[in-house]
């Protein structure tokens, strides 16, 4: 039979998916001998037998609990539901990933109409006896009974305003006595029933209570966001309560063992005295900054410094810690590895290793490729002069700038519509969830660095400034004031995450640069990996910063987007409506110079790194004008101007545009299908190619471009292509005298060319996996329309795991990329291989590209440094030898 339930003294670190996070982590303190308050921990698969049984709480594990309360109560001394001395036991989630605040918690569960009175008289604090009671009765009717907060919270403002008190601290025994007599008739008007009396009964329903909450609508979004798999369930922790509102020698508070937003090595957090612990992660009072602590309670606080670096020197790596102080003792509540910034993540990992707590290998497999991200973000202009109307807390880095709201469904609304908003709260719940995920940024006038928005944004890498107090809310009328300005809803505000600054309007950003200790950790990881690193660019401006994020040289230059610029259209145009070879010609000699110079600037920037540049791709029609828009003009014409040559062109160029229509363009006359019918084409880009080679070359300089044709079916569409390049290269270095190394290889986007790889590569340098059209191949799904149409219901509905134009499908699409390096090195072992689809920058699909023997990974210049930690990663994890880094 399984065991259901664990005491805290009888597990460890590494049980988390039994215990979950919380409960490992409580057995682990317990074991090294920290001030843990007694537990016991009811396991997820607990939870997952309370689901299979259709909701109910099997008889085994009722009386395991029952057996294992029993054993708290000897711990303890108390027993629950004792008159004179009771055991009060707080309850609370703890899934296998942390989901900070997303499930239940029940405190202070054991009081009733006696016990109350008992704690009264041991306590001789009948004040701190009736307030935790209130408490639980308020708490338990939220999680357990379903009864809303609003009414309690209603029913003491009124009581405060009656009785001319401003906070609750002023309220006697005697008035919290009167509030326990009107919340128990808010509990019996919307339950129908008395608020429980029987600790028993008390504590079985707060169980359920919070199994049910890891299917409640905040924990299903937080899971779907963060990839969190629905069957792990949720264990529950039942422990003793420790109290630090029993007065001014009492207190509560969260730290973390270095900042979580810088990643500095100082101890960083925020403590209330008199106060209950939920009070600090709630918001509701602003807290004191840890290092007070040490003022008001120095022996407590060398106890709490030394505990953090055991914890820290324990788990080798930053911890969170909740502790309370119950009459000058000090408790451990919670540790668990603190959430962070990427900037923190990766000077605290580059710190670990230089004071040698863990290896480069363990540093780099610690940082989230996905996180990087945050860090190649845009921030304020230095040289901007700032003029903030309020300054809060800098609780997540970055900037941001969007129209303000004031609601987490109007966040997500706008941000449906296609704004950028920012977040402003008095404080965010977990129910506000789908709002900050909208949100570019969150502001709160409440709460800590530790409060929910500050925790979730910085999960999120989303700037966030809380606590400003100098912010007033009105929610009412949809605005907030700041000294004398007024800001209203739909208002553009502009936040720095890093500073707490607010600022009106828009303000100027400047681009990311890489600190010391990124640089560090990348080039460990460029000291591991095996996946070179290259990037996606069609301009030299791009070029130049990809190689500044480290990219190795250029996988996919796309020319059709140097086609696109204003000044060159018309020319393309008239290129693509000529009537005869020779008027296209003429159109394309003028458009060969302009090709040149792209070259030009794009091989510089690259320096002897290098380029990959792909043939024109793109149906001709993309470079025309649109024919709605034409038959609109055209109709206007005919009424206002019927003999205009203005009307006759637009009528002809409608006419051209309407021969060029296609049906499926992205299945249409695209790709090496253009270069097939219009060698023209191909051959003033190849021109253009070499000419620019060719010059560089002359100036002492290293070029090495690599031609790649697209969208090959047939290996005699990539012969014939290849022989074009082959005599059109020839054709140059005859004409300039500079012969320029080149090689010619194709894109392997469709199926055809995946299945016959072995025949295309006797015709090919190399293969490049188009992923793009080969998932919209390979699936049927039309890349323009599938994300906008099905897909996303598909996501939701759990038909597909993912996006599959965002996170490679390993199974199908992966397969034909498998056979297309296996087939292709069979014929052609020399074959040199790699990805510029997107997939080329998602970290999964790094993985899967090291594990099909690819050469190299190409992806969007600001994605290069996730993909060389991503290759790092990939190689670490898959390496049999275990000592890959020194
Ligand atoms: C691809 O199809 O994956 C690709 C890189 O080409 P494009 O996105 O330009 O079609
Ligand atoms: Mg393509």
């Known amino acids: 039979m399984d065991k259901f339930v664990y005491l805290f003294d009888e597990g460890n670190s590494e049980m988390k998916e039994l215990l979950g996070g919380k409960g490992a982590n409580l057995a682990e303190m317990t074991k090294i001998g920290l001030p843990v308050p007694y537990g016991f921990t009811i396991s997820t698969t607990a939870c997952n037998a309370y689901y299979e049984a259709g909701k109910s709480v099997s008889p085994e594990l009722r009386f395991e609990i029952y057996e294992a309360l029993a054993t708290l109560e000897e711990q303890t001394g108390k027993r629950l539901g004792d008159t004179s001395d009771p055991l009060l036991v707080s309850v609370r989630s703890g899934a296998v990933f942390s989901m900070p605040g997303m499930m239940d918690t029940v405190l202070n569960l054991g009081m009733n109409d006696e016990t109350v009175e008992g704690l009264a008289k041991l306590t001789e604090n009948p004040r701190f006896a009736y307030d935790s009671y209130r408490r639980f009765i308020q708490m338990f009717s939220d999680v357990v009974l379903g009864v809303d907060v609003f009414y309690f919270e209603q029913l003491l403002e009124e009581t405060r305003d009656e009785k001319g008190?401003?906070?609750?601290?002023?309220?006697?025994?005697?008035?919290?006595?009167?509030?326990?007599?009107?919340?128990?008739?808010?509990?019996?008007?919307?339950?129908?029933?008395?608020?429980?009396?029987?600790?028993?009964?008390?504590?079985?329903?707060?169980?359920?209570?919070?199994?049910?909450?890891?299917?409640?609508?905040?924990?299903?979004?937080?899971?779907?966001?963060?990839k969190i798999p629905d069957h792990l369930g949720t264990a529950v922790n039942i422990q003793s309560m420790v109290f630090g509102n029993m007065g001014n020698d009492s207190g509560t508070g969260v730290a973390f063992t270095r900042n979580p937003s810088t990643g500095e090595k100082k101890l960083y957090g925020e403590y209330l005295i008199n106060a209950q612990g939920e009070d600090v992660v709630a918001g509701i009072r602003t807290p004191q900054p840890i290092s007070t602590l040490k003022d008001e309670m120095p022996d407590v606080f060398d106890q709490f410094v030394e505990t953090c670096n055991h914890l820290e020197n324990h788990y080798k790596d930053m911890q969170d810690i909740e502790f309370t102080v119950e009459r000058g003792q000090l408790f451990i509540l919670q540790t668990r590895t603190g959430k962070r910034t990427a900037e923190a993540a990766i000077r605290i990992a580059v710190e670990l290793v230089n004071d040698k707590v863990i290896g480069k290998q363990e540093a780099l497999l610690r940082i989230d490729p996905e996180q990087l991200d945050q860090l190649l973000h845009r921030r304020i202009d230095d040289s901007f002069v700032r003029q903030h109307i309020a300054k809060g807390l800098p609780a997540s880095p970055g900037a941001a700038t969007g129209q303000v709201v004031f609601d987490a469904d109007e966040a997500e609304r706008l941000t449906g519509d296609g704004r950028k908003v920012i977040l402003v709260r008095p404080e965010t719940t977990p129910d506000d969830i789908h709002g900050i995920i909208s949100a570019q940024a969150v502001v709160t006038s409440r709460g800590g660095m530790t409060s929910h928005a500050a925790v979730v944004a910085r999960g999120m890498g989303k700037a966030c400034i809380c606590g400003c107090e100098a912010l007033k809310i009105d929610l009412k009328n949809k605005q907030f004031t700041a000294g004398d300005t007024v800001v209203n809803y739909g208002?553009?505000?502009?936040?720095?995450?890093?500073?707490?600054?607010?600022?009106?309007?828009?303000?100027?950003?400047?681009?990311?640069?890489?600190?010391?200790?990124?640089?560090?950790?990348?080039?460990?990881?460029?000291?591991?990996?095996?996946?070179?690193?290259?990037?996606?660019?069609?301009?030299?401006?791009?070029?130049?910063?990809?190689?500044?994020?480290?990219?190795?040289g250029i996988g996919l230059c796309r020319t059709e987007h140097m086609f696109m610029d204003a000044s060159r259209v018309p020319v393309v145009q008239r290129m693509i409506l000529s009537d005869t070879l020779e008027e296209r010609l003429e159109a394309l000699e003028q458009l060969l110079p302009m090709q040149q110079e792209d070259f030009e600037g794009i091989f510089e920037a690259m320096e002897d790194r290098p380029v990959t540049v792909r043939l024109l791709d793109p149906p001709l029609h993309e470079f025309m004008p649109d024919k709605e828009e034409l038959l609109v003009d055209i109709t206007k014409l005919q009424l206002t101007y019927p003999d205009s040559p203005e009307l006759k062109e637009k009528e002809q160029l409608l006419r051209k545009v309407r021969q060029l229509d296609e049906f499926n363009p992205m299945l249409g006359h695209r790709g090496c299908r253009?270069?097939?019918?219009?060698?023209?084409?191909?051959?003033?880009?190849?021109?253009?190619?070499?000419?620019?080679?060719?010059?560089?070359?002359?100036?002492?300089?290293?070029?090495?471009?690599?031609?790649?044709?697209?969208?090959?079916?047939?290996?005699?569409?990539?012969?014939?292509?290849?022989?074009?390049?082959?005599?059109?290269?020839?054709?140059?270095?005859?004409?300039?005298?500079?012969?320029?190394?080149?090689?010619?290889?194709?894109?392997?986007?469709?199926?055809?060319?995946?299945?016959?790889?072995?025949?295309?590569?006797?015709?090919?340098?190399?293969?490049?996996?188009?992923?793009?059209?080969?998932?919209?191949?390979?699936?049927?799904?039309?890349?323009?329309?599938?994300?906008?149409?099905?897909?996303?219901?598909?996501?939701?509905?759990?038909?597909?795991?993912?996006?599959?134009?965002?996170?490679?499908?390993?199974?199908?699409?992966?397969?034909?990329?498998?056979?297309?390096?296996?087939?292709?090195?069979?014929?052609?072992?020399?074959?040199?291989?790699?990805?510029?689809?997107?997939?080329?920058?998602?970290?999964?699909?790094?993985?899967?590209?090291?594990?099909?023997?690819?050469?190299?990974?190409?992806?969007?210049?600001?994605?290069?440094?996730?993909?060389?930690?991503?290759?790092?990663?990939?190689?670490?994890?898959?390496?049999?030898t275990e000592a890959v880094v020194k």
């Open 165 to 226: 008190y401003t906070s609750d601290p002023e309220l006697t025994a005697e008035d919290w006595k009167e509030v326990i007599g009107e919340y128990k008739k808010i509990v019996k008007k919307h339950t129908r029933k008395a608020f429980p009396q029987d600790p028993k009964e008390q504590l079985l329903l707060s169980i359920q209570a919070v199994f049910d909450s890891w299917h409640n609508q905040r924990a299903v979004v937080y899971r779907r966001l963060n």
């Open 491 to 552: 208002e553009i505000i502009t936040i720095d995450g890093s500073t707490g600054e607010i600022m009106l309007g828009e303000i100027p950003m400047i681009e990311p640069e890489l600190s010391d200790d990124f640089r560090t950790l990348l080039s460990w990881a460029d000291d591991v990996r095996k996946l070179k690193v290259r990037t996606n660019a069609d301009n030299p401006q791009d070029s130049r910063k990809a190689v500044e994020f480290g990219a190795e």
């Open 674 to 880: 253009l270069g097939m019918i219009h060698p023209e084409i191909y051959e003033m880009q190849v021109k253009a190619i070499f000419y620019a080679a060719a010059k560089l070359v002359n100036k002492g300089m290293k070029v090495i471009p690599e031609i790649m044709i697209p969208l090959v079916g047939h290996v005699n569409e990539l012969k014939e292509m290849r022989k074009l390049v082959v005599n059109t290269a020839e054709q140059i270095a005859d004409e300039t005298g500079t012969q320029v190394d080149y090689t010619v290889g194709t894109m392997i986007e469709v199926p055809r060319a995946a299945l016959t790889a072995d025949a295309i590569a006797l015709e090919a340098d190399f293969f490049s996996f188009g992923t793009n059209d080969l998932t919209q191949t390979t699936f049927g799904y039309s890349r323009d329309d599938a994300e906008g149409k099905f897909l996303q219901a598909y996501i939701e509905n759990k038909v597909l795991p993912e996006n599959p134009f965002a996170v490679l499908d390993q199974n199908g699409v992966g397969k034909l990329v498998e056979t297309g390096v296996k087939l292709g090195r069979t014929a052609k072992p020399e074959l040199k291989t790699g990805i510029c689809g997107e997939h080329g920058g998602e970290k999964t699909s790094i993985e899967f590209c090291f594990n099909a023997g690819l050469d190299y990974v190409s992806c969007s210049p600001y994605r290069v440094p996730l993909a060389r930690l991503a290759a790092a990663q990939a190689t670490i994890r898959n390496s049999k």
